[in-house]
């Protein structure tokens, strides 16, 4: 007796195994463009955003004084006209992309995915620093907060008072100070450190802090060979790192 397999299954069994079939090259290399133009998408109303909060800053400095403020005034335009560039490629880029292919044969189409890739690396990183630096500078606006920048850092492992094994990296990312609390960024993330007492030291100044574990760690603020240095030093891990300052050094606490 032979077995009957419903129509509905056969059609279930022909459309699961299309779907199982491996995209093209392609497709893939579309797939691939678009995804990074989908996480640049949202961002689009978080620069509109940012770009309001500068623009109102900017007018209190200029009421407050234009000639007194400038040099922080200039700071906040340049911030502001980077988000405004970077906004403008993103639509640029919308506005020219041809996602139909029009008259290109499969080859034209490869070559072209590969450079609209390209362009649309490019504006997202654009994007990305609009963004940080505009965030930065938003941040040093609240409460009094004073945002460090650093370009690199090293990593190292203490014994004693003895430096067992230095890690140079190229990390960057900022360190905000308020009155009672630092944040330490890299990638993305942060570490809070709550000021328990500080003290000031002939090259800077020396803040007594404890994380959300209550580790307890040493954080200085220090000048040392013309370089403007954040040093971290965890007590009981025996660790430190030691953030090189490229931006913003200038800490003041009442």
Not at 48 to 68: C, D, F, M, P, T
Not at 76 to 81: G, Q, S, T
Not at 189 to 211: H, V
Request: hydrophobic content about 40%.
């Amino acid at each position: 007796m032979k077995a009957i397999i419903p129509l509905f299954l056969i059609s279930l069994m022909i459309f699961t195994a299309c779907g199982e079939q491996k995209k093209s090259a392609k497709d893939q290399l579309y797939d691939k463009v678009m995804a990074v133009h989908d996480e640049i998408m949202p961002k689009m109303g978080d620069m509109s955003k940012y770009k309001k909060q500068l623009n109102e800053k900017i007018e209190r400095l200029v009421a407050e004084g234009e000639e007194a403020n400038a040099d922080k005034v200039n700071e906040l335009k340049d911030a502001v006209k980077g988000l405004e560039n970077s906004h403008e490629e993103m639509m640029n880029w919308m506005r020219e992309f041809d996602k139909d292919f029009e008259g290109m044969v499969e080859k034209e189409i490869m070559d072209y995915l590969i450079n609209q890739f390209k362009k649309i690396e490019t504006v997202g990183k654009a994007t990305n620093s609009a963004i940080d630096n505009a965030t930065i500078l938003i941040e040093e606006m609240k409460n009094n907060q004073k945002v460090f920048i650093y370009d690199k850092m090293e990593g190292v492992v203490l014994k004693g008072l003895q430096i067992v094994k230095k890690e140079p990296s190229d990390l960057n990312g900022r360190i905000i100070f308020n009155k009672s609390e630092i944040k330490i960024y890299a990638n993305n993330q942060f570490e809070r450190f709550y000021i328990l007492n500080s003290e000031r030291m002939e090259d800077g100044i020396l803040f007594d802090t404890k994380n959300n574990k209550d580790d307890k760690c040493k954080i200085s603020v220090v000048r040392r060979n013309d370089q403007d240095l954040v040093i971290a030093h965890l007590i009981d891990l025996e660790v430190m790192s030691i953030f090189y300052i490229s931006k913003g050094f200038d800490v003041q606490f009442n």
